[in-house]
């Protein structure tokens, strides 16, 4: 059982906006940066999302992230079927922890 | 461009000590940033183990802080975790990773391709 909350599942068609959401609580996300992370199959993890909303660079602005009170969530506009893949969120946690959701799979349709 | 690569036993014996090291290349370690180990179970989501900064200094997931040590070497860039007393809930694929932001943040941008560790007699 993961500290934070996703939806197991999303998808969308090709073209679409979709949103994850991640929950928490006042002492992760409500009081630290929240971190995205995009894994598509057998690779390792990829940092989408930085300090709630920054993208590294050469990430895509179809990527995008927002945080508000102890809930935070990435959009993905322009789906494309390469989008395809698990998304994890993660955030400190003042237990001195690393915490991180539990993913999100998105299946482009 | 930062590299690392993870290497050590694919297999380990219950009760005993999986040890994994992660050699850097591109990086000097001793240079800065935090160095970290991230594991994953077979069809499941990512767990934070533990991190070490470039000076040595190291924290630990409570739930793993018991069983766990992380340590590096920095006149040979690299560094290492050794967990103990393992069980078959230890079986995972194990990724070292270096931090994003230089303060140590939990959050990594440079990942190994990891390795799997199966825990069986």
């Known amino acids: 059982q993961s500290v934070l909350t996703q939806p197991p599942s999303a998808s969308g068609t090709p073209g679409q906006r979709v949103t994850i959401s991640c929950s928490g609580s006042s002492s992760n996300i409500g009081s630290n940066y929240v971190y995205w992370y995009q894994q598509l199959p057998g690779t390792a993890p990829k940092l989408l999302i930085y300090?709630?909303?920054q993208r590294p660079s050469g990430v895509p602005d179809r990527f995008s992230g927002s945080r508000s009170g102890t809930s935070a969530s990435l959009a993905i506009s322009g789906l494309r079927s390469e989008d395809e893949a698990d998304y994890y969120c993660a955030a400190w946690d003042d237990s001195l922890s690393e915490v991180f959701g539990g993913g999100t799979k998105l299946t482009v349709l | 461009q930062v590299q690392l690569q993870e290497s050590g036993p694919g297999l380990v014996k219950p009760s005993e000590t999986l040890s994994l090291t992660c050699t850097v290349s591109g990086y000097s370690i001793g240079s800065g940033y935090f160095w970290g180990w991230i594991r994953q179970p077979p069809g499941k989501g990512l767990e934070w183990i533990g991190s070490?900064?470039?000076?040595?200094?190291?924290y630990y997931n409570p739930s793993l802080k018991s069983r766990v040590t992380i340590s590096l070497d920095t006149s040979k860039n690299y560094f290492s975790l050794k967990v103990t007393s393992v069980a078959a809930a230890d079986t995972a694929m194990y990724y070292c990773a270096r931090d994003f932001e230089s303060y140590g943040s939990g959050s990594f941008n440079f990942w190994g391709q990891g390795t799997l560790v199966t825990v069986s007699s």
């Open positions: 070490i900064s470039h000076s040595g200094s190291s």
């Open positions: 300090r709630n909303d």
